[in-house]
């Protein structure tokens, strides 16, 4: 039998709604460094306002990198900050007080 193979991890989901699939299409397309909020993430992804959904894809769905992902005001997720501050740092993303200093969304 073949190996299967998949070039992203929305492959993985097949059962992803487009809501879903929209998402983890933009969260894939994150590269190190990058910093995008929950609403930025929504409406790239086609569903504008949507930005607690996002959040909540994050918490439901393992394997993206959550950590590139902020709030409106650039602060962190909350109870994560110590982590989300460490794998942005290893970026080169400088964060000051729970919160990144600067991001395309600014």
Same mark, same amino acid.
Do not use: K
């Given at each position: 039998?073949? =190996? ?9 989901? &097949?059962?992803?709604?487009?809501? &879903? ?23 790239? *992804? ?21 950590? =590139?992902?902020?709030?409106? *005001? ?6 994560? &900050?110590?982590?989300?501050? =460490?794998?942005? *740092?290893? &970026? ?15």
């Amino acid at each position: 039998m073949p =190996r299967l193979r998949w070039s992203t991890i929305s492959d993985l989901c &097949e059962h992803f709604t487009s809501f &879903e699939s929209a998402v983890a299409e933009v969260l894939d397309a994150l590269r190190p460094g990058e910093v995008i909020t929950y609403g930025e993430v929504a409406a790239e *992804a086609g569903y504008p306002g949507a930005h607690r959904a996002v959040g909540r894809f994050l918490r439901d769905h393992g394997g993206y990198h959550w950590w =590139r992902v902020v709030n409106s *005001a650039g602060r962190l997720a909350p109870g994560h &900050e110590a982590e989300q501050c =460490r794998l942005l *740092a290893a &970026e080169g993303v400088r964060v000051s007080d729970g919160r990144v200093e600067s991001w395309s969304g600014q």
